[in-house]
């Protein structure tokens, strides 16, 4: 009896031992695979204290600071970068700032390449100074790449946008930021259409200087223009092959058209979404929309689907330089589109339904002369939630389908769009 209990009191305690052991070979492994970026910018931060002292320090951190080392792109990995340092300082009480505070504030500044098997990334701590900056502490580790998410390194227009911002202050030469009252973003080429990239890429550029040092967006009465940005953007095709690029030329001015700075980026078209290729409507172009019950099965116009299919329509539409008022009254030779959504439940079992539906537009000029129609079947299985259901099929309608496309087609009349 004592042997078997003595047995049995070494086999709990063997697997006891064994689980432990397991798990704590699978916490690691978890880590290995998910936190490799956090390990690394702890141990830059550990460094960078070794050299600068960081606690109670002030440091401006941002994603527009760091960049690959060959191409000079703010790649996705600048922000996933950005925000583990920023992290890592804070462990060492080091305050992270938005903006650069003082003086001669400190900047965290940086770039990475991706080297073989590893990624190699070097950071500086920079004192900022009217006449000259000064590297404080300089810092390297490298990381596996197979620890990395290759969407990280995808080029994306918005990063593009954060480039020419930091390139821009970079040959920036004076000592006064300077606040953008206007953006212009147009073709650069004599009677090139406007492309929908246009007003895309300048939201892009407005959002890339939420932290940079000289340039800011002046969109308030406390911080009155003083310059202009304006980027021009021109497609350069090869004859022997349909690949090209986009070259684009920046410069920004003061408010008297001075030139301050300057910069020239190239972007391979195959990076830059083909909707945004597209070319633009005429400016005057303009289509009221309204929503009609012709059927039982209709929604009826107060449903939250409805109103979320006019948006998403009156959206979409913008986004192709189409503008969009609601119809009143019969206005001969005005572009309309009647919108309907018919929507029917089904019972499934277990409590599910299945739903089943379609959205229609038609595009008419005046009441009766019908331009073309764009429809789109949905069909979705779910539990008590019947409109929540029609609101999220028409969601996917417009967001994973050329839905909006098409209607921009019929109303602009283009067969190349």
């Known amino acids: ?85 920023a992290e890592a300082l804070s ?73 020419i911002i930091r390139l821009l202050e970079e040959r920036y030469t004076g000592i006064n930021t300077v606040n953008i009252g206007t953006i212009q973003v147009a073709p650069g080429c004599k009677g090139q259409p406007p492309l929908l990239f246009g007003n895309k890429f300048k939201t892009y550029l407005a959002s890339a200087m939420a932290s940079p040092f000289f340039l800011s967006r002046s969109d308030s009465l406390s911080a009155p223009s003083s310059g202009l940005l304006k980027t021009s953007y021109s497609i350069i095709k090869k004859e022997a092959s349909q690949n090209g690029r986009m070259d684009l030329v920046s410069c920004l001015m003061d408010k008297d058209g001075i030139p301050l700075s300057s910069s020239e980026f190239s972007i391979p078209l195959s990076e830059i979404p083909e909707a945004l290729l597209k070319p633009m409507a005429p400016k005057s172009m303009s289509v009221c929309i309204r929503y009609n019950n012709y059927s039982c099965e209709g929604l009826s116009p107060d449903t939250m689907a409805v109103h979320t299919a006019m948006h998403f329509m009156n959206e979409a539409l913008a ?72 609101e999220k099929s028409i969601h996917d309608v417009f967001k994973r389908s050329n839905f909006s496309t098409d209607v921009a087609r019929l109303i602009m009349g283009r067969s190349d769009f």
């Open 91 to 163: 462990k060492k009480n080091a305050t992270i700032c938005v903006q650069e505070l003082g003086d001669e504030p400190l900047k965290l500044v940086g770039n990475y390449a991706r080297d073989g098997n590893v990624i190699t990334v070097v950071i500086r701590l920079r004192r900022m100074g009217e006449i000259a900056s000064q590297d404080e502490a300089i810092v390297a580790k490298t990381m596996p790449i197979s620890d990395a998410a290759s969407a990280w390194f995808e080029p994306h227009c918005g990063r593009i946008a954060r480039t």
């Open 1 to 85: 009896m004592i042997d078997r209990i003595s047995s049995s009191i070494f086999q709990v305690l063997f697997w006891c031992i064994a689980l432990t052991l397991l798990f704590s070979h699978l916490s690691v492994s978890f880590a290995n695979v998910h936190f490799p970026i956090s390990r690394v910018c702890e141990d830059l931060a550990s460094e960078l204290d070794q050299q600068a002292k960081l606690s109670g320090r002030q440091i401006q951190i941002s994603e527009n600071n760091f960049w690959e080392r060959s191409s000079k792109i703010n790649l996705p990995f600048s922000k996933v970068l950005s925000d583990a340092l």
């Open 319 to 390: 986004q192709h330089g189409i503008l969009t008022t609601a119809c009143e009254g019969n206005a001969p030779g005005q572009l309309k589109i009647d919108m309907t959504i018919q929507a029917r439940q089904k019972e499934k079992g277990q409590g599910y339904h299945l739903l089943t539906g379609k959205l229609d537009l038609k595009v008419l000029k005046g009441e009766k002369q019908a331009v073309g129609s764009v429809s789109k079947k949905f069909k979705k299985l779910f539990k008590n939630d019947f409109e929540g259901a029609v």
